[in-house]
Nanobody, 119 residues
């Protein structure tokens, strides 16, 4: 099994920045993809950004492209989400996820971290 622990959420003013971290442990050699998702109150969970376990391929939701950057520290088995130019609509609980299968289905989840953006 893979365990994921997020950190780095908090309160920030609109236009500010935050960096989220997700530390993976356990059977990390089974991971194909890592992703960040978010869920705002009353809304569905949505994909934010993803990165291959090798770190050489990334993808982003259109709403965050150019503002958020996903990266990975291979030595620490940690994935980061650098969030710049934050907007009130970015406010949500952010979840880290791992796909431990070649199909790319996310099946391991962290507990989530709250990001609050004040206007």
């Amino acid at each position: 099994q893979v365990q994921l622990v997020e950190s780095g959420g908090g309160l920030v003013q609109a236009g500010g920045s935050l960096r989220l971290s997700c530390a993976a442990s356990g059977r990390t050699f089974n991971i194909y993809l890592m992703g960040w998702f978010r869920q705002a109150p009353g809304k569905e969970r949505e994909f934010v950004a993803g990165i291959s376990w090798s770190g050489d391929s990334t993808s982003y939701a259109a709403s965050v492209k150019g503002r958020f950057t996903v990266s990975k520290d291979n030595a620490k088995n940690t994935v980061y989400l650098q969030m710049n130019s934050l907007k009130p609509e970015d406010m949500a609980v952010y979840f880290c996820a791992a796909a431990v299968n070649a199909a790319g289905k996310y099946d391991a989840w962290g507990q989530g971290t709250q990001v609050t953006v004040s206007s």
